[in-house]
């Protein structure tokens, strides 16, 4: 069983649509969440981490984690054409040095 | 602007032949991480390096070797010993007490035939 499993799609959703993506995750010891968004070719783009539970919220973007069900998740509201692209998720469990463990990515596509 | 820039965006080698990947960034991060993208696997962890004059090996190390003479600059070396060399690598920055905020280059893809 993999450290951190993702779904990898791709997930398609007309434009406007809100959009759930999800990692579920075995190391209980996990205590840094993080979103990257990867465009095609491109290198990943921090968009959001989160310490422990709970939710954070920056702009259309939600992420949330639910640390007794091991499973984190990333909302997108009024879901744009530029928001296609594989979305990745990556845990931790310090602050200090670690190697983070990323899941396998999530590729979306926002249909116009 | 602060960022990380990657050298050269493309490169094509033949079998046998050491290639070098240029990082260099300018954050003022303290660590600097050299990571391999392959399709339908997760990033994995070549080396890292967490102050200047040193490193350590990460999940993938055996084929790569890397020097930190500059808190900006973290060139990778793909040496021929590297068995499957064709992938996608990208530099990656932090500040050391914040590893789980890492900052991303574009990405060297690199091509051996």
């Known amino acids: 069983q993999k450290e951190v499993e993702q779904d990898p799609g791709p997930l398609s959703v007309p434009e406007g649509a809100i959009v759930s993506l999800n990692c579920t995750y075995s190391n209980s010891a996990f205590q840094y969440f993080m979103w990257y968004r990867q465009y095609s070719r491109k290198g990943p783009e921090l968009l959001m981490y989160t310490y422990s539970s709970g939710n954070k919220e920056d702009g259309r973007f939600t992420a949330q984690v639910d640390k007794s069900s091991k499973y984190i998740s990333l909302f997108i509201r009024d879901s744009q054409p530029s928001d296609s692209a594989t979305y990745l998720c990556?845990?931790?469990?310090?602050?200090?040095?670690?190697?983070?463990?990323f899941g396998t990515g999530t590729r979306l596509l926002v249909s116009p | 602007d602060g960022g990380i820039t990657q050298s050269p965006k493309y490169l094509f080698r033949k079998e046998g032949q050491n290639v070098t990947l240029s990082c260099e960034q300018n954050?003022?991060?303290?660590?600097m991480y050299w990571y391999r993208q392959d399709p339908g696997q997760g990033l994995r962890l070549i080396y890292y390096?967490?102050?200047?004059?040193?490193?350590q090996k990460g999940d993938i190390a055996e084929g790569y070797s890397v020097s930190r003479e500059k808190k900006e600059s973290f060139p990778l070396t793909v040496t021929s010993a590297q068995k499957n060399p064709t992938a996608f690598y990208l530099c990656a920055s932090s500040f050391r007490d914040r590893t789980y905020e890492q900052y991303f280059g574009p990405g060297t893809r690199l091509t051996v035939t």
């Open positions: 990556a845990m931790s469990e310090r602050a200090g040095f670690q190697k983070l463990v």
């Open positions: 390096s967490q102050i200047v004059n040193d490193f």
């Open positions: 954050l003022n991060h303290d660590a």
